[in-house]
């Protein structure tokens, strides 16, 4: 058994650690190396019963506490060295794996990652990167790396950002979408409310501006291509590859999204029921005839269906699960942990900064 | 003919003045008294060959310049007195209107506003009042007062906001609501990343405390219930009947729903076409089905098929129509502003300002 080890958080669902479990072991059963943290006790029996020995490729790191979901990060993180998150953040430090995974308090994994990887040298601010379905993009799982998505960050990392956060999200993006989605010039774009340069606020407005002086149509590296500012309006109609907008604002049209696209359906129904209130029975000829199609819809905007965010700019390839993972999500989220670590997330991000350095000292001179 | 006498701004949307011309010989057909305001040459023989002379309560109004959508809002209204805007501006101060309607220059109304109305003494910032449709809404006119419908403010006019901004847009909200929806005592919620009081940034948290402590679930006035924080997934479940929120992030939410509810349909017949793919006749059966659904769905989300937005907080009723509205819209918003006029939208904030008086001194003192 070759390639890279992936360390596993086995506490961080909210069912845990039965999913964490089940994707440990169909992932290990095709080969992958995983390194299971937790309560070894608790771990042991229940890993043996399922694993076929022959193929065990699972290695159990002991992990005697656990963060929860609502501890505060920041004192979580300090108070419980010996937490599953902790311990499996320090196999990423030390190189026994090379990356990780964690469906748990997605602040701590946050302020786990900052504070025992540290930042990739030239990045102030790690971002969480998500993507938005496109229309288009056909029916399958969302993540899908062959299909049309807009790469979105950061998600929420950040409430708070400076126009210098805003042009690294920019390159960490645009690294992202070649090594994640095989785009080789990704189009870049900026969220705001107008197309024009001078919509939006001052932090959209300075990014729009050095964006567009020093990448424009033909960056320094040659790495992405700037397009401007995408609409909100516009943001499922892959008018770009990567759009770039502060932590707040990129929580919000991510939950917005799921809200929206989880109350169309009803809203769809209600309305074939209104049409055809005389004709119970048309309406659910209608309905029936339509259910497989928003099945497949609705697993397409599932977010727990399809594996984690990656968390970029820390010294490490993180993967962040949602809180509510299945085993399906997680072994998503395990297959992109493994994938990146083979194709040097870390390396790719160090190269992309030394190649945008003059750019980020022009951000970071930016008032 | 009695009732107030509203202001059309005659050379507002794209196609300007016939969609004007002809919502405002609709409602004075109805007896609704209008002003037509714009290049009176130009209106007059077009009015002159619609209108039954018998039914006539449209006066023309000359204004002899126009301001266009691209223009920069502040130097527009500076530079353009005699343009139609900031002439139906001036009717409305002077009391010959008694509400406004336009669908220029969004920018424009709003600087126009702020000069040549003023504030309503004890609001700092007006806001735009947009209403997201709920499920369980049932399908109609988006802006039918009776339906369930989540009134969103701010929607665009303060990219940045305060504190004290936000909670005086959540009694702006309740005064909204109570008058235009009938809903004796609103629910408020100020939009946030999580229903934890500690969840989102500066801004959100000093509101929700605020509203927490002094309004609560029986405010001072008793006029509407603080409900805590919404999250943007919950949205359209009709969790609370405002939401409040800085301008740039409503923007972003308004925008968004439109993009996601356009963008669903889309998906869903890929979706169906995907399920079918050696079926063509079944998918266009299906299809054919859903159509008349379809249409509903997509009327009842069209921002431009429901009128217009208040802007509220400015001394005089004004509502801002989209620059794409076609005569119904227009129609909508003109009904819109003669029923604000006769329940005395202007007096009931004005009242509302001074029940709460004590609460915005407070948010004007937080840090």
């Known amino acids: 058994v070759t390639g890279p080890r992936i360390a596993l ?46 193929a065990a490729t699972i290695e159990l790191i002991h992990a005697g506490d656990e963060i929860a979901m609502d501890e505060s990060p920041a004192r979580a993180v ?44 030239g990045i102030d601010r790690p971002a969480i990167v998500t993507g938005l379905p496109q229309i288009g993009a056909g029916i399958g799982a969302g993540q899908d790396r062959k299909r049309p998505h807009t790469v979105l960050l950061d998600a929420g990392a950040n409430v708070e950002c400076t126009v210098l956060n805003l042009v690294q999200f920019a390159v ?15 189009r870049v774009a900026v969220l705001s409310n107008g197309h024009e340069a001078g919509k939006g606020t001052a932090l959209t407005r300075g990014a729009h501006a050095l964006l567009a002086k020093h990448v424009g149509e033909r960056g320094p590296a040659a790495m992405f291509d700037f397009v401007g500012n995408v609409e909100p309006t516009s943001l499922f109609d892959h008018v770009c590859d990567v759009v770039v907008t502060d932590g707040w604002t990129g929580n919000v049209v991510l939950k917005l999204a799921e809200g929206a696209m989880a109350a169309w359906p009803r809203m769809l129904l209600a309305a074939i029921a209104a049409r055809q209130q005389d004709d119970a029975q048309g309406a659910a000829a209608i309905t029936a005839a339509i259910d497989p199609a928003l099945h497949d819809l609705a697993h397409q905007f599932d977010p727990d269906a399809h594996g984690g965010a990656p968390l970029l700019g820390v010294d490490g390839a993180v993967i962040i699960c949602h809180g509510a993972s299945g085993p399906e999500a997680l072994y998503s989220a395990l297959l992109m942990a493994r994938r990146l670590a083979e194709r040097g997330l870390i390396e790719a991000i160090g190269r992309a900064v030394r190649d945008h350095r003059e750019l980020f000292e022009l951000a970071r001179a930016h008032r």
Chains 1, 2 share one sequence.
Do not use: Y
């Open 172 to 186: 960490l993006g645009a690294t992202w979408a070649r090594l994640w989605h095989d785009i080789e010039r990704p």
């Open 9 to 54: 958080d086995a506490f961080g669902t909210d069912a845990r650690p039965d999913p964490e479990i089940e994707a440990a072991v169909r992932i290990a059963s095709s080969g992958a190396r995983i390194e299971l943290v937790g309560d070894e006790a608790r771990l042991r029996e229940r890993v043996a019963a399922l694993v076929d020995p022959a």
């Open 78 to 121: 300090r108070a419980k060295p010996d937490s599953s998150l902790c311990v499996a953040m320090d196999r990423l430090r030390s190189g026994h794996a090379q990356a990780l995974v964690s469906a748990g308090n997605s602040g701590a994994i946050l302020v786990a990652s900052l504070l025992r990887l540290g930042r990739i040298k």
